[in-house]
């Protein structure tokens, strides 16, 4: 596996799929953020999942749990006392925070570094592969010491979804097959790598892979379809 963009490289960003500045899957390196703004919120992310690590592997006291629990509560309400901004549109359509994929590099539940229930999912693409890497803790757990089989999907369907790109015919999910082979480790660098078949009129099929240390643990196969008209404007707010 290589850490470096090959020449023949498709970048669906220098193809009108998105932004023609903003390729976040040029290389391994995880891309920076785009303002001082996504700067800041990957480290309050950040330490949100630190908190989330400690609070599932920790045994404080109760009256210490208590205390820390009314100094989240009042940061959450000094945090949200702050002009609100609802899912990526909403984000899009300000013009400060940049374009969507900028945003959903942020925001994205799976992938999105801003995003402190991502398990921070970084993927690159070469060619026609993708290749990803990613690192679940235990606030993943569902066996004993292993990833939670759901988290396993939506991982692979974050990757197949984004590795698709590589196709020039971006959709979205159709089908999900998962196979799991053996039990995914916790806290363990996992390795994805995913090859896209060829288009099929509106239909794309990526078939992916998940391993650690080596070992193939999951399987999966998407078919995803470009959608014929937009998608619904937006979702009723929280």
Same mark, same amino acid.
């Given at each position: 596996?290589?850490?470096?963009?090959?020449?023949?490289?498709?970048?669906?960003?220098?193809?009108g799929?998105?932004?023609?500045?903003?390729?976040?899957?040029?290389?391994?390196?995880v891309?920076g953020?785009?303002?001082?703004?996504w700067?800041?919120?990957?480290?309050?992310?950040?330490?949100v999942?630190?908190?989330?690590?400690?609070l599932?592997?920790?045994?404080?006291?109760?009256?210490?749990?208590n205390?820390?629990a009314? +100094?989240?509560?009042? /940061? $959450?309400?000094?945090?949200?006392?702050a @002009?609100? =901004?609802?899912?990526?549109?909403q984000?899009?359509?300000?013009?400060?925070?940049?374009g969507?994929?900028?945003?959903?590099?942020?925001?994205?539940?799976?992938g999105?570094?801003?995003?402190?229930?991502?398990p921070?999912?970084?993927?690159?693409?070469?060619?026609n592969?993708?290749?990803?890497?990613v690192?679940?803790?235990?606030?993943?757990? +569902?066996?004993?010491? /292993? $990833?939670?089989?759901?988290?396993?999907? @939506?991982? =692979?369907?974050?990757?197949?979804?984004?590795?698709?790109?590589?196709?020039?015919?971006?959709?979205m999910?159709?089908?999900?097959?998962?196979?799991?082979?053996?039990?995914?480790?916790?806290?363990?660098?996992?390795?994805?790598e995913?090859?896209?078949?060829?288009?099929e009129?509106?239909?794309?099929?990526?078939?992916?892979?998940?391993?650690?240390?080596g070992?193939?643990?999951?399987?999966?196969?998407g078919?995803?379809?470009?959608?014929?008209?937009?998608?619904?404007?937006?979702?009723?707010?929280a």
């Amino acid at each position: 596996m290589s850490d470096k963009k090959s020449s023949d490289s498709f970048s669906p960003f220098s193809h009108g799929l998105t932004s023609d500045v903003f390729d976040p899957f040029a290389s391994e390196a995880v891309t920076g953020p785009y303002s001082k703004h996504w700067e800041a919120k990957r480290r309050v992310a950040a330490a949100v999942r630190a908190l989330t690590d400690a609070l599932v592997t920790s045994t404080p006291d109760d009256e210490d749990l208590n205390r820390l629990a009314d +100094g989240l509560e009042q /940061h $959450v309400q000094a945090i949200a006392s702050a @002009a609100r =901004l609802y899912g990526l549109r909403q984000f899009v359509e300000t013009g400060h925070h940049g374009g969507h994929g900028e945003i959903n590099h942020e925001l994205n539940a799976v992938g999105g570094w801003s995003n402190p229930l991502s398990p921070g999912l970084n993927m690159w693409i070469e060619g026609n592969k993708a290749f990803g890497s990613v690192r679940c803790g235990y606030a993943y757990e +569902g066996p004993p010491d /292993h $990833v939670h089989g759901g988290f396993i999907a @939506a991982i =692979l369907d974050q990757f197949l979804g984004m590795a698709q790109l590589a196709g020039g015919n971006p959709g979205m999910t159709g089908t999900l097959e998962v196979r799991y082979h053996k039990p995914t480790p916790l806290n363990v660098d996992l390795s994805l790598e995913a090859t896209i078949e060829p288009v099929e009129g509106r239909k794309t099929i990526v078939s992916g892979t998940v391993s650690a240390n080596g070992v193939l643990t999951a399987t999966g196969t998407g078919v995803f379809i470009r959608p014929t008209r937009p998608i619904a404007k937006s979702a009723p707010k929280a």
